[in-house]
């Protein structure tokens, strides 16, 4: 992602708060936590099907 397209990224999210700078950075939190969770399950279902490594993880 380049530069400009993560200023206008981020001119989007904070439009979409009505200018609330702590609602925006809120409204990323949650999603960044959201997308942790998703990832922890694909990590684990990773291991339950063997794709991950026990010294090398496939997964990064």
């Known amino acids: 992602m380049s530069l400009r397209s ?3 990224a981020i001119d989007e999210i904070v439009a979409s708060c009505h200018g609330d700078l702590r609602g925006a950075v809120r409204a990323l939190l949650l ?3 959201h997308l942790e969770t998703e ?3 694909a990590y684990a279902a990773a291991v339950d099907r063997g794709l991950a490594e026990r010294e090398g993880s496939v997964l990064h």
Request: aromatic share 0%; no cysteine; proline share 0%.
């Open 6 to 8: 993560k200023d206008t």
């Open 31 to 33: 999603i960044n936590e």
């Open 39 to 41: 990832l922890a399950k």
